[in-house]
């Protein structure tokens, strides 16, 4: 038998406490050995304002309520780019530059 899904324990907790499924946040999951408890860490939010202000941005992006940001370059990588667009010279410089 496997373990209990975040999703299944935040519809839960959700009926429970009579509030939107939508404003749970479900983490730290810690099944017990030999199953039938579970031990979880919960928040209840009132709207989807305070949580967007309290909550840490990783979680609000596994909750599906942000959306991941595109990766930038390294502060470093920036730098080596620019060193080596300032070697070139015409045409190169713009064939030379890395997006």
């Known amino acids: 038998m496997g373990y209990v899904s975040k999703s299944q324990i935040q519809q839960a907790v959700a009926k429970k406490f009579k509030v939107d499924a939508g404003l749970v946040i479900v983490y730290g999951l810690r099944a017990k050995f030999g199953g039938g408890k579970t031990q979880v860490f919960c928040l209840i939010y009132k709207s989807l304002d305070a949580m967007k202000k309290f909550e840490p941005k990783y979680r609000l992006i596994r909750q599906g309520v942000v959306e991941k940001e595109k990766i930038k370059k390294a502060r470093r990588t920036k730098k080596e780019d ?18």
Request: charged share 55%.
């Open 82 to 99: 620019k060193n080596k667009k300032k070697k070139l010279r015409g045409i190169a410089k713009t064939k030379g530059q890395k997006k």
